[in-house]
Nanobody, 122 residues
Framework: QVPLVESGGGLVQPGGSLRLSCGAS????????AGWFRQAPGEERKGVSC????????LYADSVKGRFIISRDNAKNMVYLQMNNLRPEDTAVYYC???????????????WGQGTQVTVSS
């Protein structure tokens, strides 16, 4: 059973926007920090953003800061990544992950989704 399932990826033009969604199965997200990671072809997986269990604090990689917004709706058991002003360098498989505990610093992400492809190209 896949604990997390991402959706919302696709092909967009540079400057466009996408909203990724991550839904949890079999558990509730309110006790977990949640993060988004991405892996581009030939590159290592990198952290993109993280949000605390309550949604009160967030972290962003410098490469996406100001363009991406992470959010969550614990009532819906969902985590989101709003991606704006997309660039070709954002092309990657995006993964949702969770870490038990409230905060992002030092989080160990033990549950992962299968990934969703985001391609930014003209």
């Amino acid at each position: 059973q896949v604990p997390l399932v991402e959706s919302g990826g696709g092909l967009v033009q540079p400057g466009g926007s996408l909203r990724l969604s991550c839904g949890a199965s079999g558990f509730t997200l309110d006790s977990y920090a949640a993060g988004w990671f991405r892996q581009a072809p030939g590159e290592e997986r990198k952290g993109v953003s993280c949000i605390s269990s309550s949604g009160d604090s967030t972290l962003y990689a410098d490469s996406v800061k100001g363009r991406f917004i992470i959010s969550r709706d614990n009532a819906k058991n969902m985590v989101y990544l709003q991606m704006n002003n997309l660039r070709p360098e954002d092309t990657a498989v995006y993964y949702c992950a969770t870490a038990f505990g409230a905060s992002c610093p030092g989080a160990h992400f033990g549950s992962w989704g299968q990934g969703t492809q985001v391609t930014v190209s003209s």
